[in-house]
């Protein structure tokens, strides 16, 4: 089974800080990975696809990077309606599998 | 615009059924792959089913047995009969459709509100 390990799993920003989130896979998924960003109450919404696809109507500070066993979300001037929680997830070895990353919650310094 | 709408949750003694059902309007629900999340109160993101356009059914080893997946294009619902429920399967349930990108599933693009199901005695 692949596992994906996000970190931090916990991370305090201020308003216009970049911030930077990291997906390692315990094996290579090409570029398989998306990003999910959730808010509480509310269902993940899709951020980026195929790693480094921004899914449309997502703003342009956020942008996705890697392939194979390393990845990174990173958001370049956050604002206030980024504090989240963002979870990657791994489509390679669909559909024997799906699989999540455990999350990194984004909160006010 | 993309509508899904997750029906059908609430509570139930373990070892007891439920079926959930997901409305989708606004796309042509037929030539989408569509699937099941859950996600246990505060709690990550576990997928739970698939389905393709052809009927073909996919599940993790948690659930393998325990729930079927299916759907029914003339109604445009998806829907997830749960059976032999546990404890550990209390969780809110999303139903989400399935991006392709080059033919290959690339991510979940749009998603339901979710429905809560709680398995106690």
């Known amino acids: 089974d692949i596992q994906l390990t996000q970190s931090p799993s916990f991370l305090s920003a201020s308003v216009g800080d970049r911030v930077t989130i990291t997906c390692r896979a315990s094996?290579?998924?090409?570029?398989?990975l998306a990003w999910y960003q959730q808010k509480p109450g509310k269902a993940p919404k899709l951020l980026i696809y195929?790693?480094?696809t921004l899914q449309s109507g997502v703003p342009s500070r956020f942008s996705g990077s890697g392939s194979g066993t390393e990845f990174t979300l990173t958001i370049s001037s956050l604002q206030p309606e980024d504090f989240a929680t963002y979870y990657c997830?791994?489509?390679?070895?669909?559909?024997?599998?799906?699989?999540f990353g455990g999350g990194t919650k984004v909160e006010i310094k | 615009e993309v509508q899904l709408v997750e029906s059908g949750g609430g509570l139930v003694q373990p070892g007891g059924s439920l079926r959930l059902s997901c409305a989708a309007s606004g796309f042509t629900f037929s030539s989408y792959d569509m699937h099941w999340v859950r996600q246990a109160t505060g709690k990550g993101l576990e997928w739970v089913s698939a389905?393709?356009?052809?009927?073909?059914?996919y599940y993790p080893g948690s659930v393998k047995g325990r729930f079927t997946i299916s759907r029914e294009n003339a109604k445009n619902s998806l829907y997830l009969q749960m059976n032999s429920l546990r404890a550990g399967d209390t969780a809110v349930y999303y139903c989400?459709?399935?991006?392709?990108?080059?033919?290959?599933?690339?991510?979940?693009?749009?998603w339901g509100q979710g429905t809560l199901v709680t398995v106690s005695s």
């Open positions: 989400a459709r399935g991006r392709l990108w080059f033919g290959e599933l690339s991510a979940f693009d749009y």
């Open positions: 997830q791994q489509l390679n070895s669909y559909p024997r599998e799906l699989t």
């Open positions: 389905i393709g356009t052809a009927g073909d059914t």
């Open positions: 195929a790693a480094s």
């Open positions: 094996q290579g998924i090409s570029s398989y």
